[in-house]
């Protein structure tokens, strides 16, 4: 190990003054997420493999996380041998997955595609992040205010299981809104 970082940014900072070939990267963390980092990470860093380390074992998330760019994906309740070894996988050009979260992603292959059922006004306000307006923004222009998108942003976020505005607007992203 050649440093730790507690958020998304520090991690490209970290990234860029010791140049590791693996990092172990957590989805949930302040400021810049772990989808993003990851995204920022492999756009700015092409040689440094991402695997990531998360209690997160839902089909959105580890779409997302792979489609950021992360070439393998553990969980946090993983053997402490298990997670070295995808360590040393990752470093043999290998893509380890967790039998989990494998699993997860194999079920939602087969399972029909339902998108969770947003209100009218909920899918205005994802399209709007999406575009990367600020909830005052977003208050402005559909002229409610800023309370309201607030609670309208926090409905969405449990009905497509998202914490964050950035796992929102590529969630709005991925299905099409």
Same mark, same amino acid.
């Given at each position: ?10 991690? &490209? ?10 990092? =172990? ?12 980092? %990851?995204?920022? =990470?492999?756009?700015?860093?092409? +040689? ?13 998330? !580890? ?27 990752? @470093? ?5 997955? +967790? ?6 992603? &194999? ?15 909920? %899918?205005?306000?994802?399209? =709007? ?8 923004? !977003? @208050?402005?222009?559909?002229? !409610? ?6 609670? +309208?942003? %926090?409905? @969405?976020?449990?009905? !497509? ?7 929102? @607007? &590529?969630?709005?992203?991925? +299905?099409? =809104?």
């Amino acid at each position: 190990m050649v440093g730790d970082a507690d958020d998304g940014q520090g991690v &490209l900072e970290l990234v860029r003054s010791v140049r590791p070939d693996v990092v =172990l990267m957590d989805l949930q963390m302040p400021g810049t997420d772990g989808v993003t980092a %990851t995204k920022l =990470l492999v756009a700015e860093e092409p +040689h440094v493999e991402v695997l990531v380390l998360t209690s997160f074992s839902d089909s959105e998330r !580890i779409v997302a996380a792979l489609d950021a760019g992360a070439v393998g994906y553990l969980l946090k309740d993983a053997d402490p041998d298990d997670i070295i070894a995808g360590v040393r996988a990752v @470093a043999r050009g290998e893509s380890p997955l +967790h039998p989990r979260a494998a699993r997860e992603l &194999l079920l939602s292959r087969s399972r029909p595609r339902q998108r969770p059922s947003l209100t009218a006004r909920e %899918t205005d306000v994802l399209r =709007l992040v999406q575009q990367g307006l600020a909830n005052k923004q !977003i @208050a402005r222009r559909l002229e !409610i205010s800023e309370r309201t998108v607030k609670a +309208h942003l %926090t409905s @969405a976020f449990q009905r !497509i299981g998202v914490v964050d505005r950035t796992q929102a @607007a &590529l969630w709005a992203e991925r +299905h099409g =809104l």
